[in-house]
């Protein structure tokens, strides 16, 4: 069993910052892909960026590269998401998530999910 939960979320002005962290138990994560998807109301969840089990290799979807950054810290068995220059289209629920062995982009093959931390960006 794995168990993952996000915390960080909140309310912020577009261009500010947030961080956002994703908290594993029930087993150690690092053989595991994790990542972060969002989703809008009424809209698909979608990929926002990925890490590879070692944290070597990240991947990230167009709409946040060069904003966002997502690394982990296996020792503490959690994973972060640097969130810079946000803007308002930004504003979802953001989901932690993982899937044993290599990097995919697609929620589909994620396992195991969090709960979900809300993000509003807005003035």
């Known amino acids: 069993q794995v168990q993952l939960g996000e915390s960080g979320g909140g309310l912020v002005q577009p261009g500010g910052s947030l961080r956002l962290s994703c908290a594993a138990s029930?087993?150690?994560?690092?053989?595991?892909?994790m990542g972060w998807f969002r989703q809008a109301p009424g809209k698909e969840r979608d990929f926002v960026a990925a890490?590879?089990?070692?944290?070597?290799?990240?991947f990230y979807a167009d709409s946040v590269k060069g904003r966002f950054t997502i690394s982990r810290d296996n020792a503490k068995n959690t994973m972060y998401l640097q969130m810079n220059s946000l803007k308002p289209e930004d504003t979802a629920v953001y989901y932690c998530a993982a899937v044993y062995g290599g990097v995919t982009t697609s929620s589909y093959e994620y396992d195991y999910w969090g709960q979900g931390t809300q993000v509003t960006v807005s003035s």
């Open positions: 029930g087993r150690t994560l690092n053989t595991y892909t």
């Open positions: 890490v590879r089990s070692n944290g070597g290799s990240t």
